[in-house]
Nanobody, 115 residues
Framework: QVQLTESGGGLVQPGGSLRLSCSAS????????MAWYRQAPGEQRELVAN???????YYVDSVKGRFSISRDRSLTTTFLQMNNLKPEDTAVYYC?????????WGQGTQVTVSS
């Protein structure tokens, strides 16, 4: 089993920044992919960004140039730096990891972009 602990959500004005973090803990950690998804009210959950073990990253078009995903040296914590936030970024953001072939989700953290 893997436990994910998220932090960093909140309320920010348009143009502002937030940094989300997600730490994984468990007995056997050999995490390959770490990712962030988001789900806005009435919408499907969408992939925002992911980072693989080799460092390859992916971003959905709507956040390119504004968001940056990274991992720490232990490869058990991922960060999502979100800059120039827009109202359409408002959603619950979920951390996702794949560990030894199994998928795990965080509890979600609310990000609200509003003036």
């Amino acid at each position: 089993q893997v436990q994910l602990t998220e932090s960093g959500g909140g309320l920010v004005q348009p143009g502002g920044s937030l940094r989300l973090s997600c730490s994984a803990s468990g007995r056997r950690l050999a995490i390959n992919t770490m990712a962030w998804y988001r789900q806005a009210p009435g919408e499907q959950r969408e992939l925002v960004a992911n980072i693989r073990g080799g460092g390859t990253v992916y971003y959905v078009d709507s956040v390119k140039g504004r968001f940056s995903i990274s991992r720490d040296r232990s490869l058990t914590t991922t960060f999502l730096q979100m800059n120039n936030l827009k109202p359409e970024d408002t959603a619950v953001y979920y951390c996702f990891v794949n560990n030894l072939g199994h998928d795990y989700w965080g509890q979600g953290t609310q990000v609200t972009v509003s003036s």
